[in-house]
C-alpha cells in the first residue's frame, strides 16, 4: 500500500517536473459562494453561552460569500495571495491573506491570516428565560457581529499542474479567536424595587483550528500574455471553540456588584464552503 | 498732463456720495440697535438664582418594569415603595408671574425656543433624613429613622440607584426648574398594612424644610 502510494507521488513529482515553468505571475480572481455552519447547541446551562446562539441552521447553506482575489509574486520564491471577502451584506470586512513559499514544483507552504464575521443573535433570550422575576427593561433583539482573527500555517500539495488544469490541496492549521464584544443587561424585579445590571465583556482566546482544501483551476482560453480561467475552491473548516468572558453583576447600585470569570464549554464548530468563480492571469 | 488731468475728473465724477434723508438715518440706527438686541438676546439667559423654601414628597409606582414618577400613587406593593421628593422654591412663581408684566411695558426679550432657563439653588442641601410613622417590620418601628435603607434615582433611566450623596448633588446642581426633585426607594420589604414618612431636609444656612407623605396602603404585606 505505501509502496504504490510512493509510486503515485513520484509519477505525480515526475509529471510535474515534465512541465513547462508558469510565465504568468499576477492573477485577479472573483468568485461567489456558500457556506454551511454548523455548531451544535447545549440545552442545559448555567452561564450563558453565547455560541448557542450562533446564526446557524445547519440543513442550509445560509450565507453567500464573495471573494476578490490577487495573487502576485514577490520574490521567485514566495508569493503573496490576498482574498477580499464579502458576505451578504457586501461590505468588504472579511480577508485571507497568505504568504507562500515555494519549496519545489509540488510543495508550497503558507503563513497567512485570516479575518471572517458572524452573527450572534437573540441571546437576550438567554436572560430572559434565566430570570424569569425580573423585568428585561430592553425589549429589543439583541445581536453580536462578531468577528473572528485567526493566523495560520499550511502546507499545499500541487497534486495536477498542467498548462490548462491545477489542482492544489492544502490544509490551514491555526489558531483563531473572536475579537471582544460587550453588552450589557438591565433588570428591574417584578413588583419590586430591586434593580440589577448583567455586564458581559468577552475575553480574546486563541483556539487551534484546521481548515482542508481544495482548489481547482480550469484554463477556458488563453491570449499571447494572458489566461482565463474558471476556479472551484472548497474548503472544509473544523475546530472546537468557546467563548469566555468576564460577568459582573450589580444589585441595586454600582458599588454592590459580583465579577465572575466565565469559561463555557467548547463547541464543535464546522463551516463548509463552496465558491466557483473565474480568474484573469497575466 | 491732459490725460492725467481727465482721469482726475473721471475719478472726481464717479465718487458721489448719498446724502441719507432724517427719517432713513432714523430706520438704520433702529435696524441695527434692534440686530444687536436681537444677536444678544439669543444667547442662554444666566442662571436665575432660587431659594429652596419648600419640600413635598408623593408616592409613586415603581412595581412595574420603569419607575412612573409623574404620578400620585396612594396603594402600594410591599417591596416597591416609592417615593419622589420636590424641594422647590415657590416665591419663583411670583417673580415670574410679575415678570411677564413687566415684559409687557416694554420690547419682549427676542429668545431662542432651544434655550431653556436655569436655576440655581443658593442654599445647597446637606442633608436628607427620612423617618418612618408605622412600623415597617421587626426590627424598624415607627419613629425610627430608616435614611440608610433608601436608595435614590433619576426617573427617567434605567441605571442602579444611588447614595444620599448623589442625590444631594442632583438637587445643589443647576436646575432647568425652580425647584429640584429625586425618586427615592426603601430596600426593605414592607411588613405592615399602611406606610407614612416623614422628611427632613436641611439646608447649608441652618433652615430645616419638612414634610409628611400621604399614607399609603400596603398590598402583599
Same mark, same amino acid.
Given at each position: ?52 446562539? +450562533? ?10 460569500? +464573495? ?115 460587550? +453588552? ?16 458581559? !465583556? ?37 475546530? !472546537? ?42 | ?40 438676546? &439669543? ?16 408616592? /409613586? ?22 417615593? @419622589? ?82 442625590? /444631594? ?17 426603601? @430596600? ?22 419638612? &414634610? ?10
Amino acid at each position: 500500500m505505501i509502496n504504490s502510494l510512493l509510486i503515485l507521488l513520484m509519477l505525480v513529482c515526475f509529471g510535474l517536473k515534465a512541465q513547462t515553468p508558469k510565465i504568468k505571475n499576477r492573477e485577479l480572481s472573483f468568485s461567489i459562494g456558500t457556506s454551511n455552519h454548523n455548531v451544535p447547541k447545549f440545552t442545559s446551562n448555567q452561564d450563558l453561552d453565547f455560541l448557542n446562539y +450562533v446564526d446557524c441552521d445547519p440543513e442550509y447553506f445560509e450565507y453567500l460569500i +464573495v471573494k476578490l482575489g490577487y495573487k502576485f509574486d514577490l520574490t521567485s520564491k514566495i508569493s503573496a495571495d490576498i482574498k477580499l471577502l464579502l458576505m451578504d451584506d457586501l461590505v468588504p470586512d472579511n480577508y485571507d491573506i497568505i504568504a507562500k513559499y515555494h519549496f519545489n514544483n509540488l510543495i508550497d507552504f503558507g503563513l497567512g491570516s485570516i479575518l471572517t464575521k458572524s452573527y450572534i443573535s437573540n441571546f437576550e433570550e438567554y436572560q430572559r428565560q434565566s430570570l424569569p422575576d425580573y423585568h428585561l427593561v430592553d425589549d429589543n433583539m439583541q445581536q453580536f457581529k462578531c468577528y473572528e482573527i485567526g493566523f495560520y500555517l499550511t502546507p499545499m500539495v500541487k497534486l495536477i499542474q498542467s498548462e490548462w488544469f491545477q489542482a492544489t490541496i492544502k490544509c490551514d492549521m491555526g489558531m483563531a479567536s473572536y475579537l471582544k464584544k460587550e +453588552v450589557t443587561f438591565y433588570h428591574k424585579k417584578r413588583l419590586s424595587n430591586e434593580r440589577m445590571i448583567y455586564n458581559y !465583556k468577552t475575553k480574546t482566546t486563541f483556539q487551534p483550528y484546521i481548515k482542508p482544501g481544495v482548489d481547482l483551476q480550469l484554463q477556458a482560453f488563453k491570449t499571447k500574455n494572458t489566461a482565463v480561467g474558471f476556479s472551484l475552491i472548497s474548503i472544509f473548516h473544523y475546530g !472546537k471553540k468557546s467563548i469566555k468572558y468576564e460577568r459582573t453583576i450589580q444589585k441595586w447600585t454600582s458599588q454592590n456588584q459580583v465579577n465572575e470569570p466565565i469559561s463555557p464549554p467548547k463547541h464543535t464548530y464546522s463551516k463548509l464552503e463552496i465558491n466557483f468563480g473565474f480568474y484573469v492571469q497575466w | 498732463m491732459r490725460n492725467f488731468q481727465t482721469l482726475k475728473n473721471m475719478k472726481m465724477k464717479s465718487v458721489k456720495w448719498i446724502k441719507p434723508s432724517l427719517l432713513m438715518r432714523v430706520m438704520i440706527l433702529l435696524f441695527l440697535s434692534f440686530g444687536m438686541k436681537l444677536f444678544f438676546s &439669543c444667547t442662554p439667559p444666566p442662571p436665575v438664582d432660587i431659594f429652596y423654601n419648600s419640600v413635598r414628597l408623593i408616592g /409613586i409606582d415603581n412595581s412595574g418594569q420603569f419607575m412612573r414618577s409623574y404620578e400620585n400613587i396612594d396603594t402600594i406593593y410591599s417591596n416597591a415603595m416609592a417615593l @419622589k421628593l420636590t424641594i422647590l422654591d415657590t416665591s419663583y412663581n411670583y417673580y415670574a408671574s410679575l415678570n411677564g408684566i413687566m415684559k409687557s411695558l416694554s420690547f419682549s426679550t427676542a429668545m431662542a425656543l432651544s434655550i431653556n432657563e436655569a436655576f440655581n439653588p443658593v442654599n445647597k442641601v446637606v442633608q436628607i433624613k427620612v423617618q418612618t410613622l408605622f412600623d415597617v417590620d421587626d426590627d424598624i418601628k415607627a419613629g425610627d429613622d430608616i435614611s440608610i435603607h433608601i436608595l435614590y434615582a433619576d426617573g427617567y433611566d434605567f441605571e442602579l440607584y444611588e447614595s444620599v450623596n448623589s442625590a /444631594i448633588s442632583r438637587l445643589n446642581g443647576t436646575q432647568n426648574t425652580p425647584g429640584g426633585s429625586v425618586e427615592m426607594v426603601f @430596600k426593605k420589604s414592607i411588613k405592615n398594612t399602611k406606610a407614612q414618612f416623614y422628611v427632613e431636609i436641611t439646608l447649608d444656612n441652618g433652615q430645616v424644610l419638612s &414634610c409628611v407623605s400621604d399614607t399609603f396602603t400596603i398590598i402583599g404585606a
